[in-house]
């Protein structure tokens, strides 16, 4: 590449723990890309802003949530305004408005990664004005993009039908190629008996994600406990009902993970779980990443029904699915994996051969012939 293209990542969030931004950033920059990131963090305790190529601001939202957006607009437009960017990606909805507004002016390619259906998502289910109002500012931003990226095929045709758009590359929450040298210990770590299977929820801690069903069945079963990894706006909440339904002892919150340790955590856990609920058209599109990073530290998966998932799970022979609040389901499942060794061990190797094409390296090589 004679001259480096400079690009500009942006997202509502922290780098440090969201795999599709730094695989983003890694990979652009492994190409020759002069790239750049600009985030806001909110939620990590005792967070501080630190700046460079990846750059993160520290943001809060006492006393108020108005304020919150404006410093993050303000920081936002001001780096946009104070550099020449040749690729500016909206990692967000709430990034698009400026990166487009400012990039069209400054003749920057601007690149939507539409992970969600920002328009549909639960946390808005019953929020109708604030539904409308991101669902109307989708509508007119995303035309306007030269390229928009989703995370799965059905995303894709609904983005197309819904905004009358063409310009869609599906390139999936896959993680990076890596194994596991030193799997995490879950018994010594947290002094778990050894009895015990461990669980594994890991992501970011919100509602509709399926954890009042897991916490549900554990008081149904002492084979097992919960280990979650991840933070979120609902991570008190759901301390606090773990507390309530006296799960103390076979729930563990172990916060944020970096990325380049989280092989390892994943690894550690007998099954992993994405019981994601049916209740939004965005949940019902869910493809996350943490399906492909149970699948590439090959523990088998176990999920809901839900078609994009279950399309991945029944193409690779890597787990299970199971209806939403079933749990007699899943506990049948998770005993049968326990009593089944051979059945255990081969869906482990069939997530190791499945893990050979599901990574980011053969995903992400197809975005280089779009731009």
């Keep these: 590449m004679p001259d480096k293209k400079k690009v500009l990542i942006t997202f509502l969030g922290n780098i440090d723990y969201d795999t599709r931004c730094n695989n983003l950033f890694n990979s652009l920059s492994d190409k020759g890309y002069d790239v750049e990131f600009t985030g806001f963090d909110w939620l990590t305790e005792n967070f501080s802003t630190f700046k460079g190529k990846k750059t993160v601001y520290k943001l809060s939202k006492k006393p108020l949530s108005l304020f919150f957006y404006l410093k993050f607009y303000y920081i936002l437009k001001l780096k946009l305004l104070t550099k020449k960017y040749d690729i500016i990606f909206a990692e967000d909805l709430y990034c698009l408005p400026v990166c487009v507004i400012i990039g069209k002016i400054k003749k920057a390619k601007v690149i939507y990664d539409c992970r969600e259906l920002f328009g549909f998502l639960a946390g808005l289910k019953n929020k109708k004005l604030l539904q409308k109002f991101w669902s109307t500012v989708e509508r007119i931003f995303i035309r306007k993009a030269d390229l928009i990226l989703t995370t799965g095929e059905m995303d894709s045709e609904f983005i197309r039908n819904q905004y009358n758009v063409k ?44 954890l009042k069903m897991i916490f549900e069945f554990l008081q149904t079963s002492d084979d097992f406990v919960l280990v979650v990894i991840g933070g979120g706006e609902m991570l008190d909440y759901y301390k606090q009902l773990s507390e309530k339904m006296s799960l103390q002892n076979k729930v563990f919150f172990i916060g944020k993970i970096p990325q380049d340790k989280l092989i390892d955590y994943t690894a550690g856990a007998f099954a992993g779980l994405s019981l994601i609920e049916n209740v939004s058209l965005s949940y019902y599109y869910a493809l996350p990443n943490k399906l492909f990073e149970y699948i590439m530290a090959e523990i088998p998966v176990i999920a809901t029904n839900l078609p994009q998932m279950k399309k991945i799970i029944d193409d690779f022979s890597v787990g299970f699915v199971v209806e939403e609040s079933d749990i007699l389901k899943l506990n049948e499942v998770l005993s049968k994996l326990i009593i089944d060794h051979n059945l255990y061990n081969q869906l482990k190797l069939n997530c190791r051969i499945a893990s050979q094409s599901l990574n980011w390296e053969k995903e992400f090589d197809r975005f280089f012939l779009k731009i």
Excluded: A, E, T
């Design 167 to 210: 310009n869609d590359l599906v390139i999936r929450n896959l993680p990076i190629y890596k194994k596991s040298n030193s799997p995490i210990n879950y018994y010594s770590l947290l002094g778990i008996d050894k009895s015990k299977k461990v669980l594994l929820y890991q992501g970011v801690v919100l509602h509709g994600r399926g």
